[in-house]
Structures are given as C-alpha cells and as structure tokens.
C-alpha cells in the first residue's frame, strides 16, 4: 500500500461536474492499493496517517495529529502511485490490485477512519475520473508505505 499524504488547508474532488467529497484543514489522502495488499496493510496505514504527527503546536512544530487539531481527512483511490516507469516511456500498472480487489480495501480504509475518529470523512468516486484541487499547507506531503512481507 502507498499513500501520498499532503497536509491542505482545504481540498475537495468532483466527478461530472460535481463537488463529491470536501474539506478544510486536514489532510488529502492519495490511496495506491497493491495487488498483494491484505487487512495488515490496510491497518498499518490508517493507524500510522491518525497518528502522524504533522500539525504545528503552539510553538510552530510539528507535533499534533489530524485528530489532536480536529482536521478533517479525504480520500482519493489512485491507481497510478503504483505506475512502473522503468522500461519505456508508457508506465506499466501491473503491481497495482485489479478493480475488484482494490475496491473493497479502499472502502474499508474510509470505513476504518471513520469509525475510529469522530472527524468528518469525505472521499472520492473508485475508479471514476476525478478533478482533485487542494491548497498544500507548507507544503507537507509524505508518502506512507508499507509493503507485504
């Protein structure tokens, strides 16, 4: 699994025209499902993005999480973080999980945020073709990942 976590001040997605999914101060979730990926990764990530510690306290450092500033998450399924570039100049998506394994884990990361913080959740349409604007707070964007053993 890899995640592009960015810090926003606010970010939304729209499908057809339409604002789907929106937030303020948070954070954008760019979600990457490999076709090894299991329930481990899955938790691994989720638990790891509500802990990570990239808000500034008081004191302008970064030691507060999405949950300790009542930020608000979205998130968006993106198959191509797994595009292979090595070879040629057309990336290849063979590492990233078919449609109908990396669906339900992408529902069930949105589904796990959720029901383990009491912040507002938006995301994006699987598989659909997104328009995704957002004001990068820093800017802060890490990736997360964590691989199958």
């Known amino acids: 699994m890899k995640i592009v976590v960015q810090r926003v001040k606010r970010a939304s997605v729209t499908v057809n025209g339409e604002i789907i999914g929106k ?21 691994w990530c989720c638990n790891k993005i509500m802990k990570l510690r990239i808000f500034n306290d008081q004191e302008g450092l970064m030691n507060r999480s999405v949950q300790d500033v009542n930020g608000e998450i979205l998130v968006v ?22 449609p109908e394994a990396a669906e339900p884990i992408y529902e069930r990361m949105i589904e796990i945020f959720r029901q383990r913080t009491d912040l507002n959740v938006e995301s994006g349409v699987f598989g659909a073709m997104m328009d995704v604007e957002l004001v990068n707070d820093g800017p802060v964007t890490l990736i997360i990942k964590k691989e199958a053993q």
């Open 77 to 98: 399924s993106q198959f191509t973080l797994y595009g292979d570039t090595r070879k040629g100049t057309r990336p290849g998506f063979t590492d990233a999980a078919p």
């Open 23 to 43: 937030i303020g101060h948070g954070l954008l979730l760019l979600a990457g499902i490999h076709a090894d990926d299991t329930d481990e990764q899955l938790e």
